[in-house]
């Protein structure tokens, strides 16, 4: 299929479909919820996952002075989550008042974690460095939370049992009614 070039990457969609996570943090007289697409694994060990996140952001200086986040994984039932935090500042008041957030009662780092998350991981702050407009957060997974029921004995997500939220761009999200799932082997050296 022919493609078209451009110069520049336009308005940085084309990657998506993107999981989202709800970044949460806690200080000592606050705590927060953002919506958050750019995020990765970066190490097995030690675990170490990142985020980027605007300078601007609320989410940004909590997170520097509590030195912690957490990322929060929510099923695709549960997507408004994604619209309500993404779309109002913590500086405007508490999210988890305003938009019913409740929170598990167990966390390992004092941090919120939500009901409605399928899995999540408790970071401690580990370095952070600056990209153009965005921060990249680098955290120590020090605790994960996950539903058991959920994923198998690989802790592979079941996708037959919880679809996660999937951000398209402009406010859309996927909403997939069924998955094929396959499994391709990988090459193997040429002999
Ligand atoms: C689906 C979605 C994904 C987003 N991804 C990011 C992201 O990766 N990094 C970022 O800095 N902001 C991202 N945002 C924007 C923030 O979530 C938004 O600005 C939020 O209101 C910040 O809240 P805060 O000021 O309380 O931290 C995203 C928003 C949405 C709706």
């Given at each position: 299929m022919p ?6 990457v336009?308005k940085?969609?084309r990657?998506?479909?993107a ?6 943090t806690?200080?000592e007289?606050?705590q927060?919820a953002?919506?958050?697409?750019w995020?990765?694994?970066?190490s097995?060990s030690?675990p170490?996952y ?6 601007k952001r609320?989410?940004y200086d ?17 997507a408004m989550?994604?619209?309500?935090t ?6 405007e008041g508490?999210?988890?008042e305003?938009?019913?957030l409740?929170?598990e009662?167990?966390s390992?780092?004092d941090?919120?974690i ?7 991981y408790e970071c401690k702050?580990?370095?952070h460095?600056?990209?153009g407009d ?5 955290g120590?997974v ?5 539903d058991g029921e959920l ?5 592979m997500?079941?996708?037959?049992k919880v679809?996660?939220t999937?951000y398209l761009?402009f406010?859309?999200?996927?909403f ?5 799932v396959?499994?391709l ?7």
């Open positions: 493609k078209t070039m451009m110069s520049g336009g940085f969609s990657h998506y479909p999981n989202v996570a709800i970044v949460t806690r200080t007289k606050e927060d953002m919506a958050a697409a995020h990765s694994t970066i097995f030690p170490l990142g985020v980027s996140i605007a300078s609320h989410t909590l997170l520097l002075e509590g030195k912690k986040f957490a990322l929060n994984f929510i099923p695709k039932e549960k989550i994604s619209a309500q993404g779309g109002v500042s913590g500086r508490d999210k988890f305003r938009f019913g409740a929170l009662e167990e390992g780092l941090l919120p939500l009901k409605d998350a399928y899995a999540a702050l580990h370095s460095h600056t990209f965005h921060e990249w957060f680098v120590e020090l605790f994960t939370h996950f994923f198998d004995e690989r802790q997500i079941r996708l037959e679809s996660p999937l761009g406010d859309h999200y996927l997939p009614t069924q998955y094929e396959k499994h082997e990988r090459a193997k050296p040429a002999e």
